[in-house]
């Protein structure tokens, strides 16, 4: 397949014998909660437990206000629970400080957003090279080209995100969140902001790209079809899996 030159390095980490997957995720007693002025606390998350292992695919899905945007956010570690447990890679990401959290997320989490969130200001080579550069990549840029080239857009690599199609800006938000060949990665809604034929075009490039490396991905939907395409389904009702 077209990715396999370019993440090389991710099969070698992440192509192993069945016995040999690690545990990438693990949630054990998870609740968030947040400030209700009637109530005091409204439980958003409620008791969540999980395990994922290297090279799953898990899809969460459930209905607008059902908690998945906030356990994206958890997993992500750009919110923090009220209590309970969070493992990425045997390290629990709840007790890191903000710099450490940062810099780990930098180098294990790759997040496709359903909004693309690309910088309007720079380049799709750029969008996709900036977390590279943020941590001091001598090599960002070519990993950037390729990471664009294989997702089908190295002739677009000048082109600022008003110049791109929806399906183009959400291909440049994939090779954005690959290019540090993470851990795990994490998709929120990632064809929501799509008409019908790109989302599927854009669902078999990301599910072409996880099958042939090997990578770890979850992913948050209403889209029962996009989730039937993960090897495992959860259902989020009120805060729980069901």
Same mark, same amino acid.
């Given at each position: 397949?077209?990715?396999?030159?370019?993440?090389?390095?991710?099969?070698?980490?992440?192509s192993?014998?069945?016995?040999?997957?690690i545990?990438?995720?693990?949630?054990?007693?998870?609740?968030?909660?947040?400030?209700?002025?009637?109530t005091?606390?409204?439980?958003?998350?409620?008791?969540?437990?999980?395990e994922?292992?290297?090279?799953?695919?898990v899809?969460v899905?459930?209905?607008?206000?059902?908690?998945?945007?906030?356990?994206?956010?958890?997993?992500?570690?750009?919110?923090?629970?009220?209590?309970?447990?969070?493992? !990425?890679?045997?390290?629990q990401?709840?007790?890191?400080?903000?710099?450490?959290?940062?810099?780990?997320?930098?180098?294990?989490?790759?997040i496709?957003?359903?909004?693309?969130?690309?910088?309007?200001h720079?380049?799709a080579?750029?969008?996709?090279?900036?977390?590279?550069?943020?941590?001091?990549?001598?090599?960002?840029?070519?990993?950037?080209q390729?990471?664009?080239?294989?997702?089908?857009?190295a002739?677009?690599?000048?082109?600022?995100?008003?110049?791109?199609?929806?399906?183009?800006?959400q291909?440049?938000?994939i090779?954005r969140?690959?290019?540090?060949r993470?851990?795990?990665?994490?998709?929120?809604?990632?064809?929501g902001?799509?008409?019908?034929?790109?989302g599927?075009?854009?669902?078999?490039?990301?599910?072409d !790209?996880?099958?042939?490396t090997g990578m770890?991905?979850? !992913?948050?939907t209403?889209?029962?079809?996009?989730?039937?395409r993960?090897?495992?389904?959860?259902?989020?009702?009120s805060?729980?899996?069901?």
């Open positions: 397949m077209i990715f396999v030159n370019l993440y090389n390095e991710i099969l070698i980490k992440f192993k014998n069945i016995q040999d997957k545990m990438i995720l693990e949630i054990s007693g998870l609740y968030k909660s947040f400030p209700h002025a009637g005091g606390q409204i439980e958003v998350l409620k008791n969540l437990n999980l994922v292992q290297e090279g799953e695919t899809a899905v459930g209905q607008s206000g059902s908690g998945k945007s906030t356990l994206l956010s958890l997993l992500a570690g750009l919110d923090r629970q009220t209590y309970g447990s969070l493992r !990425l890679r045997d390290q990401i709840s007790e890191m400080s903000e710099a450490k959290l940062t810099q780990f997320r930098a180098e294990n989490i790759g496709i957003f359903q909004q693309f969130y690309l910088m309007p720079l380049t080579l750029e969008n996709v090279s900036l977390p590279l550069e943020m941590f001091g990549h001598e090599d960002s840029q070519v990993r950037a390729e990471a664009l080239q294989h997702v089908g857009l002739e677009r690599e000048k082109h600022f995100p008003h110049q791109l199609s929806g399906g183009e800006s291909r440049v938000a090779a969140a690959v290019v540090i993470p851990s795990i990665l994490l998709a929120d809604e990632p064809t902001n799509l008409d019908n034929a790109t599927v075009q854009v669902a078999n490039l990301l599910f !790209l996880v099958n042939t770890t991905l979850l !992913l948050v209403h889209n029962t079809e996009l989730a039937q993960c090897s495992r389904q959860l259902t989020l009702y805060g729980t899996f069901q």
